[in-house]
């Protein structure tokens, strides 16, 4: 199991109460969407998965791993093992698609010769290979999402998590993008999909759990 | 957690890592600072003069503690004999004086050797032509071996017990004063040294802030792609002692220009004195200590801002 999600319940400081006793499990190597109206509690969820947020109630399970047992100091060394897209891509925009893409490598303490290879490896799979030198705001949207998708999976993550990964792009783009993920779930990443994009998420064919007012449907 | 084998190769045992990582950062940091040359620059000037001023201060102290300490036989006492007391009583005075412990050394000065002192160097030679007898009494010059106000003063006292001695004088006002204005001086340096110290941690503080505001975005990435604290914290450390650094060098090099600047009109007034005293810079090793000190000042602001500005939003979905 890649993801347990047990009785999991978030409430705010605020009392907003954004995810309610929400249980389920992605299995290691499935892709699944989640879904729901803005606001029903998806980006809540996604939080307590990379560990942004702590879930008040309930028990949230990643790779066999409790996360309520987690120390702050210990929570870099858990993102390290998932990649994650937004939807705004968060590139840094002082430096070019090869620094942005190597910084987890970096962080996770690589070796120079390793980053170089690495890094080629994963722009080479979202097709940007001639782009190593440009900076993000030379390129085009769906180029900066898939800036965004190398970083995150440079790493070799076994779980990938993306927020509304096609919510800026152009059907033709959506599509692209979404190949990609499937490409990575063919190789035994797991993955999950906020999306609101109903009609790629219909024809893909792969498991939704839908989220209303936090609580699954 | 689990991790893939290919996750685990390439990467290199954590204290190599770790190393390779502080060398990039330093010198990353380093190359940013030299990047925004102007802004840098600035920064870099105030906190020269933040520590440049006590440091000018610590060599204006030194300075006056080696004249001092080249006060040579100073201060003197002088002994003025009575006028009545015999020859012999006299000589058998000196070789008291001679004996003291505290005697470094004495001059004897005989009525008439001052008579013809005074014929020589005034231009009263005709009134004490029209006196009847010498009007100056015998008097010994004595050199103190301590110049502590405290044994001065018992000397002084036990001189004025003889019946030959008609009165002792030692300026010992001015002594007492000039090595009060000296701790006075050694005082204000302290104070200013660290009033200025908490100025230079808070200009580095806001500076760090600054770069920390700039930076907001990348900070909130690394840290979501699995960058520790330290890894976050690191390249401000860094500027921050880079900062310390340059703010060591410059108030260096400050204060070497004021004594380049101060020693031409010193030498005019130690020349006055017959004296040839040039002033004195900071040696090698109170120099590197200031280098040192300044650097752990940049460290320390830089760490304090790190402290409270680096609580992160996270905000991102």
Redo the contacts between chains.
């Keep these: 199991m890649m993801i347990l999600f047990d009785n999991v319940s978030k409430r705010y400081p605020s009392g907003k109460e954004a995810l309610s006793d929400v249980s389920f499990g992605i299995q290691t190597g499935e892709m699944a969407f989640l879904t729901g109206h803005s606001g029903a509690g998806k980006?809540t969820l996604?939080?307590l998965v990379?560990l942004?947020e702590r879930a008040t109630k309930g028990q949230v399970v990643i790779?066999?791993?409790n996360l309520n047992r987690i120390a702050a100091?210990h929570i870099?060394?858990?993102?390290?093992?998932i990649g994650?897209i937004?939807q705004n891509h968060?590139l840094?925009f002082?430096r070019n698609v090869f620094e942005n893409v190597a910084?987890?490598l970096?962080?996770?303490?690589?070796?120079h010769r390793?980053v170089g290879?690495?890094v080629r490896a994963a722009l080479s799979k979202v097709g940007l290979t001639r782009k190593e030198k440009a900076y993000p705001i030379s390129l085009s949207g769906g180029e900066q999402q898939r800036v965004g998708i190398a970083?995150a999976v440079v790493?070799?993550p076994?779980l990938l998590l993306a927020?509304e990964p096609t919510g800026n792009l152009d059907p033709a783009l959506s599509e692209e993008v979404m190949n990609l993920f499937l490409q990575f779930n063919q190789v035994g990443v797991t993955v999950l999909i906020a999306s609101h994009n109903q009609e790629l998420i219909s024809r893909l064919n792969k498991r939704e759990i839908r989220l209303h007012e936090g609580r699954l449907l | 957690m689990k991790t893939s084998g290919a996750t685990t190769s390439g990467v290199s045992s954590g204290g190599r890592a770790w190393l390779r990582n502080h060398r990039n950062i330093a010198i990353g940091s380093l190359v940013d600072l030299l990047k925004n040359r102007i802004t840098s620059l600035m920064t870099v000037m105030v906190l020269g003069i933040a520590t440049g001023l006590p440091l000018l201060l610590y060599v204006v102290l030194i300075n006056v503690l080696t004249v001092t300490e080249n006060f040579d036989g100073d201060p003197r006492i002088s002994i003025y004999m009575n006028k009545e007391a015999a020859e012999e009583d006299i000589e058998s005075f000196l070789t008291i004086v001679e004996k003291h412990p505290n005697t470094a050394g004495f001059h004897y000065i005989s009525p008439e050797e001052a008579l013809l002192d005074f014929q020589l160097h005034s231009n009263f030679s005709d009134v004490l032509n029209s006196l009847s007898s010498n009007p100056f009494p015998a008097v010994v010059e004595l050199i103190p071996r301590d110049t502590d106000s405290v044994k001065l003063r018992s000397q002084i006292i036990e001189m004025e017990k003889y019946q030959e001695v008609d009165m002792v004088v030692a300026d010992l006002a001015w002594i007492e004063r000039l090595f009060g204005f000296i701790s006075l001086a050694k005082s204000i340096v302290i104070l200013l040294g660290l009033m200025l110290g908490l100025g230079v941690l808070l200009i580095l503080g806001n500076t760090v802030r600054l770069s920390i505001e700039n930076r907001r975005s990348e900070i909130e990435v690394v840290k979501l792609v699995g960058g520790t604290d330290g890894f976050v914290r690191r390249p401000f450390l860094y500027l921050g002692f880079w900062y310390g650094v340059g703010g060591g060098i410059s108030a260096w090099l400050l204060v070497h220009v004021c004594i380049l600047f101060l020693s031409g009109p010193v030498e005019l007034i130690a020349q006055s004195y017959r004296d040839d005293y040039a002033l004195v810079g900071l040696t090698m090793i109170e120099s590197l200590s200031f280098f040192a000190l300044s650097s752990i000042l940049g460290l320390l602001g830089s760490a304090l801002a790190v402290r409270k500005h680096l609580r992160v939003s996270e905000s991102l979905f």
């Design positions: 980006s996604m939080k990379i942004l790779q066999d791993i100091k870099p060394v858990i993102r390290r093992n994650v937004f968060q840094l002082d910084l987890p970096y962080i996770a303490g690589f070796q390793e290879r690495r970083r790493n070799r076994p927020d």
